[in-house]
């Protein structure tokens, strides 16, 4: 049995740009990567997104985990799922599927993913409005 494409949840480009603000607010440095990273790069959405997929200080996972559950999220575990990488969901579908990093003291990417500390830096846009994201 197949589902109907419009009854498969999408991350929008506004749902993306409305969690990227509320990161900002909050004080955690997000970057993405993934689908919508590519696309932020690009400067365009060139296909429909199932998540965010975001990169983020392994120290602000608290920080992280109590906003999302302030709007709604919970853990969505996957057989992928450890503490350096988890997926966390809303109600209506909105997946934000969460990457961390940890830095020696030289600032060198040490634990979590393994992302070369210049593609830390890359900078996009969605919808007009300037984002991280990885640039490998």
Avoid at 6 to 16: C, L, N, Q, R
Avoid at 97 to 109: E, G, V
């Amino acid at each position: 049995m197949s589902m109907d494409p419009e009854d498969v949840p999408e991350m929008t480009a506004e749902v993306a740009v409305e969690l990227v603000q509320l990161f900002d607010q909050a004080g955690i440095d997000v970057i993405l990567d993934g689908g919508w990273g590519v696309d932020a790069l690009l400067g365009e959405q060139t296909r429909s997104h199932a998540d965010l997929d975001i990169v983020i200080a392994y120290q602000d996972i608290p920080s992280l985990r109590k906003l999302l559950e302030s709007k709604g999220y919970t853990d969505m575990p996957r057989p992928d799922t450890r503490l350096i990488n988890f997926v966390m969901g809303d109600k209506l579908g909105h997946l934000v599927d969460i990457h961390t990093y940890t830095l020696d003291r030289l600032n060198h990417p040490e634990q979590g993913l393994d992302y070369p500390l210049a593609s830390l830096n890359g900078m996009g846009t969605i919808l007009g409005n300037p984002v991280r994201c990885i640039d490998l």
